[in-house]
């Protein structure tokens, strides 16, 4: 029989690293969002001023407000997160996160507070993603045997 989970190396000292990229169904849903917005401006009955006006904002939004990259973050050892480029360490990957499919809420906390991040499955692998829903299956299973309350 097929084994559906991918593998975790045997040795505990051996990290997993995840870059995720730039997500292109997140990129597209803004690109058709602010062209909804300016088609309806566009056949709104404002002054061609008004109109022109909005639309520049519109733009400038699309443009100039992207959605925040998230970093780069690895599985130091199992169980433990780390996120070097802000200098954190000693993660720990929370019940609060989520697994919804196409995309996975990660809620990881260390003693300097929370860092909250959603991945879409075209920022990462699909390996890397399996691995990582897995995690997140583990986390917030682990925390109902414990009889932990989730929101």
Request: proline share 7%.
């Amino acid at each position: 029989m097929k084994q559906l989970t991918p593998e975790w190396p045997d040795s505990s000292n051996e990290s997993e690293v995840f870059s995720p990229c730039p997500s292109m169904l997140l990129r597209s849903w803004w690109c058709f969002l602010h062209g909804l917005a300016v088609l309806a401006v566009a056949v709104s009955a404002l002054d061609l001023g008004w109109k022109c006006l909005i639309v520049a904002g519109v733009l400038a939004h699309a443009r100039w407000r992207q959605v925040p990259r998230v970093p780069e973050f690895e599985m130091i050892r199992p169980g433990r997160w780390s996120v070097p480029s802000l200098d954190r360490h000693e993660f720990v990957l929370t019940s609060q996160s989520h697994n919804g499919g196409w995309w996975l809420r990660l809620v990881m906390e260390d003693r300097q507070g929370t860092l909250e991040w959603v991945l879409y499955h075209d920022q990462l692998p699909p390996h890397s993603w399996r691995f990582l829903a897995g995690k997140v299956r583990t986390a917030v299973c682990g925390a109902s045997e414990n009889r932990v309350r989730m929101r």
